[in-house]
């Protein structure tokens, strides 16, 4: 008898051990988890700096964000597109940790502070080179910014750039800054489109309703 009422103790302590990582979306054969959501959260709130928040809005936009990735990856792994390394995100650490915090133990403290691992942090921000290389290969060489597109943009925001950049700031020496935003902003356009014809032709299923 006390054989199996210890045994029993040992079953019900090993059970609450186990930690279920619930299925939270389908994405087509794809799937996000719920640990996927908790990481994307702390993580992109670290990097902006904002506010530990994982109420359900928060939840429902880090769901968003990694629904749109799985087609990112899809595509990414299907097209002859460059990963970027982990050498690559450790630069962007660095960069990080001297823009946002004096000292190691800082950065350290704040990483528990958000409840996060250096390698999760690491994984993203190569995720996230990745992502930008993947945007400027895929969507770049269909934008075309017209010099009309030009003048228009310098002829609105003149006064801005007169501001910034006082004494050089005629057409000529803002042609090339102004390309490259209308170039960026047409860049993202082209992207989001992309990744809304995604979502219309892939069933999503929603298992946890608030995420819808």
Known sequence: ??????????????????????????????????SDIDRDLRVTEFLNGDPLDLSEAARKKAASRLIDQVFIRREIEVGDYRDATLQQADAQIDKLERRKFRTQAAYQQALKRYGIAEIDLRTQLQWQLTILNFIDVRFKPA?????????????????????????????????EEIRNILAGQKENREFFAWLDDQRKNTEIQFLEASLR
């Open 1 to 34: 008898m006390r054989f199996l009422l210890a045994l029993m103790l040992i079953s019900a302590s090993l059970a609450s051990a186990v930690i279920i990582d619930r299925i939270a979306v389908v994405i087509g054969k794809s799937i996000i988890k719920d």
């Open 143 to 175: 934008v075309l910014v017209t010099e009309d597109e030009i003048a228009i943009y310098y002829n609105e925001h003149a006064a801005a750039l007169r501001r910034e950049h006082p004494g050089k700031s005629s057409l000529d020496d803002a042609r």
